[in-house]
């Protein structure tokens, strides 16, 4: 089966700009997660979703919004970028009976300037 | 709120020598436990899972763990490193317990082997 899959892997966008990530999942995983990982804060998780319902989100403020498609594909947006959402953002996908066993893809490095 | 704690964000192991990274965990209900693995510009690989079965937890790559309720911890061993184990690893417990929630990870331990 082919992995996940994250693109763009690298972007750089200016602040105030808006920024859409994109995630495939494993074939026939349903549930997609999505995290941001920095030196500082660690791996932190963002939201999660199954069946293109949000099932779970974490502390994050309201710029930061996600989506599920009925293909299980997944996109997640930040609007009004900070310096401070640069990031490695990483997306997981896991099989519907082992929802914590999470396949992460390579991760898309986002760089505001 | 559950929490967990990786004792040292950097360990060094000659080759061969065994390997240990900690972890412990916050709650007293016993969570879900896992640890990943994560090679530089790559996501994360899971190593190895607790889930309420064998407290001692064999994974990928000679990896093993030990689930110890009285001391709240589930550390990481490996008998004999091998230069492809640099990496860093990451502890992560489900934030309710059992199956609930959400994943919370560890700051993670970067581990380097000396040849």
């Known amino acids: 089966k082919a992995g996940v899959t994250q693109t763009p892997r690298y972007l750089i966008k200016t602040r105030g700009q808006q920024v859409t990530l994109s995630c495939s999942p494993i074939s026939g995983h349903r549930s997609v997660s999505w995290y941001q990982q920095t030196p500082g804060q660690g791996l932190q998780f963002l939201f999660e979703y199954f069946s293109e319902t949000q099932r779970n989100k974490g502390n994050f403020p309201g710029r930061f919004s996600g989506r599920q498609f009925s293909n299980s594909r997944s996109e997640m947006n930040v609007s009004t970028l900070e310096l401070g959402d640069s990031a490695l953002y990483l997306c997981a996908s896991s099989p519907r009976d082992r929802r914590f066993e999470q396949y992460f893809g390579p991760g898309t490095r986002l760089t505001v300037t | 709120a559950q929490s967990v704690t990786q004792l040292g964000s950097h360990v060094s192991v000659s080759e061969g020598a065994l390997v240990l990274l900690r972890c412990n965990y916050s709650?007293?209900?016993?969570?879900?436990l896992f640890w990943y693995v994560q090679y530089p510009n790559q996501g994360l690989q899971l190593l190895l899972k607790?889930?309420?079965?064998?407290?001692l937890v064999k994974g990928i790559n000679g990896f093993e763990a030990e689930f110890k309720k009285s001391e709240t911890s589930f550390h990481l061993t490996k008998p004999s490193a091998h230069m492809s184990d640099a990496a860093e690893y990451f502890c992560a417990v489900t934030d309710s317990g059992g199956s609930q929630g959400n994943l919370i990870f560890g700051k993670g331990t970067k581990l380097s082997v000396k040849p």
């Open positions: 709650s007293s209900v016993p969570p879900y």
């Open positions: 607790y889930t309420s079965a064998a407290t």
